[in-house]
């Protein structure tokens, strides 16, 4: 009877050390996980690139190894361009076309212009010297006047004949290339103007010498009439300026649309080349020459060998400790060294449950947060791929 009750105090004593065991012991293993700094492991990472054309085509030249090291800007490899090339000659054909009809509609404009006002000038003077003729038949005419046009008629001689000796100068140098068609027109402008007003001054000073009869007078009316006739045709010549305007509008724009299809097809040239984004090292080649390769299939992997870095997912408890900045020691097993690292990046939002809470414990999720650490020492002994630990013991 006494050992019966013995071993039931036993079992008791039994029972309520193991209900302390399990309600207690959790607190105790959280409060030892707060204190202590838990290690994490990663893997190595390293910036990576795969390169492909823009366009679909047939590789050329692809003549880089794996593992050979390239420079930001070189060619990696070309597709075959000359049906490109051909079409870049053409743009550039068809800029030139448009260059060259653009000056010709402003040399149109020019010359339009300068002929207009020629003829205005002309018809105005055409229209007072008629209107000259016929106040000098109803009013007869003085000496000084007769004086006048006699000085008249020689001025307007020699400039007559001064304008045609240019004329034929002029004449002789585009004949030897010398002078371009322009400047004979203007010169022949030029010396007609001088004639007709040679020939004008010299009918008024006959008139004014021979007196006027009425049918004279009747003709220089007509003459009037005329010469106004002449001078409104002459103004309408104004719409004409206008149209060579509108041409030279119009092949300012032809010769836009010409150089946006010229660097348009220049960047489709370009598209041919593959030049490497950065310093690196070739880790994949997918294509060999004569290979038929389709737009954005990468032809050829490469990778930067000096940017590496190791993520992990650390526990909100251990948070407080880090800094962006910091610089921590990470090692890598399989070379069997210690590095040194610098965090760059903590991801303020959480990644997941690293461990989930039980509730008939009182327990709470305990969540985890990305950071990156950038290794910035012996690099180059590291491998993409190779375990990366840390203890997450911040190096000083």
């Given at each position: 009877?006494?050992?019966?009750?013995?071993?039931?105090?036993?079992?008791?004593?039994?029972?309520?050390?193991?209900?302390?065991?399990?309600?207690?012991?959790?607190?105790?293993?959280?409060?030892?996980?707060?204190?202590?700094?838990?290690?994490?492991?990663?893997?190595?990472?390293?910036?990576?690139?795969?390169?492909?054309?823009?366009?679909?085509?047939?590789?050329?030249?692809?003549?880089?190894?794996?593992?050979?090291?390239?420079?930001?800007?070189?060619?990696?490899?070309?597709?075959?361009?000359?049906?490109?090339?051909?079409?870049?000659?053409?743009?550039?054909?068809?800029?030139?076309?448009?260059?060259?009809?653009?000056?010709?509609?402003?040399?149109?404009?020019?010359?339009?212009?300068?002929?207009?006002?020629?003829?205005?000038?002309?018809?105005?003077?055409?229209?007072?010297?008629?209107?000259?003729?016929?106040?000098?038949?109803?009013?007869?005419?003085?000496?000084?006047?007769?004086?006048?046009?006699?000085?008249?008629?020689?001025?307007?001689?020699?400039?007559?004949?001064?304008?045609?000796?240019?004329?034929?100068?002029?004449?002789?140098?585009?004949?030897?290339?010398?002078?371009?068609?322009?400047?004979?027109?203007?010169?022949?402008?030029?010396?007609?103007?001088?004639?007709?007003?040679?020939?004008?001054?010299?009918?008024?000073?006959?008139?004014?010498?021979?007196g006027a009869r009425p049918e004279?007078?009747?003709?220089?009316?007509?003459?009037?009439?005329?010469?106004?006739?002449?001078?409104?045709?002459?103004?309408?010549?104004?719409?004409?300026?206008?149209?060579?305007?509108?041409?030279?509008?119009?092949?300012?724009?032809?010769?836009?649309?010409?150089?946006?299809?010229?660097?348009?097809?220049?960047?489709?040239?370009?598209?041919?080349?593959?030049?490497?984004?950065?310093?690196?090292?070739?880790?994949?080649?997918?294509?060999?020459?004569?290979?038929?390769?389709?737009?954005?299939?990468?032809?050829?992997?490469?990778?930067?060998?000096?940017?590496?870095?190791?993520?992990?997912?650390?526990?909100?408890?251990?948070?407080?400790?880090?800094?962006?900045?910091?610089?921590?020691?990470?090692?890598?097993?399989?070379?069997?060294?210690?590095?040194?690292?610098?965090?760059?990046?903590?991801?303020?939002?959480?990644?997941?449950?690293?461990?989930?809470?039980?509730?008939?414990?009182?327990?709470?999720?305990?969540?985890?947060?990305?950071?990156?650490?950038?290794?910035?020492?012996?690099?180059?002994?590291?491998?993409?791929?190779?375990?990366?630990?840390?203890?997450?013991?911040?190096?000083?």
């Open positions: 009877m006494v050992k019966q009750r013995w071993a039931i105090s036993i079992g008791g004593v039994g029972v309520i050390g193991l209900l302390f065991l399990f309600f207690f012991s959790p607190l105790t293993s959280a409060k030892k996980d707060q204190e202590t700094f838990l290690s994490y492991s990663g893997i190595v990472q390293q910036t990576e690139f795969d390169l492909g054309f823009k366009l679909a085509g047939r590789l050329q030249s692809i003549e880089l190894q794996e593992g050979q090291h390239i420079k930001k800007g070189q060619l990696v490899a070309q597709l075959e361009a000359n049906e490109w090339e051909a079409k870049v000659n053409q743009a550039r054909a068809a800029v030139e076309i448009a260059e060259a009809n653009l000056q010709k509609a402003m040399r149109s404009v020019g010359l339009t212009e300068q002929t207009g006002a020629a003829k205005i000038e002309q018809a105005q003077a055409a229209v007072h010297m008629a209107q000259a003729k016929l106040d000098a038949l109803k009013h007869g005419v003085r000496k000084e006047e007769i004086a006048q046009f006699e000085a008249k008629v020689k001025a307007a001689k020699e400039a007559s004949d001064q304008a045609e000796d240019l004329l034929q100068r002029t004449t002789v140098l585009y004949e030897q290339g010398a002078v371009a068609q322009s400047k004979v027109d203007e010169a022949k402008l030029q010396a007609e103007q001088t004639k007709a007003q040679a020939v004008q001054t010299q009918l008024q000073l006959e008139i004014a010498l021979s004279e007078i009747e003709a220089a009316k007509q003459q009037v009439e005329q010469a106004r006739g002449g001078l409104k045709e002459a103004l309408t010549s104004t719409a004409k300026v206008d149209l060579t305007h509108s041409d030279v509008r119009l092949a300012k724009g032809q010769l836009q649309q010409a150089m946006a299809q010229l660097q348009e097809a220049e960047t489709y040239f370009s598209y041919t080349k593959l030049l490497a984004p950065a310093d690196g090292v070739v880790t994949k080649k997918l294509g060999k020459t004569g290979d038929m390769v389709s737009s954005g299939m990468t032809t050829l992997s490469m990778a930067d060998p000096f940017d590496k870095w190791v993520t992990y997912y650390v526990f909100e408890q251990d948070l407080d400790l880090l800094k962006i900045g910091q610089k921590v020691s990470v090692v890598i097993p399989a070379i069997g060294q210690e590095i040194l690292g610098e965090v760059k990046f903590i991801n303020p939002a959480p990644q997941f449950a690293a461990r989930k809470a039980t509730n008939y414990l009182s327990e709470r999720d305990v969540r985890s947060f990305e950071v990156k650490i950038q290794l910035v020492e012996k690099v180059e002994q590291v491998y993409a791929g190779m375990t990366a630990e840390w203890s997450g013991v911040p190096k000083e």
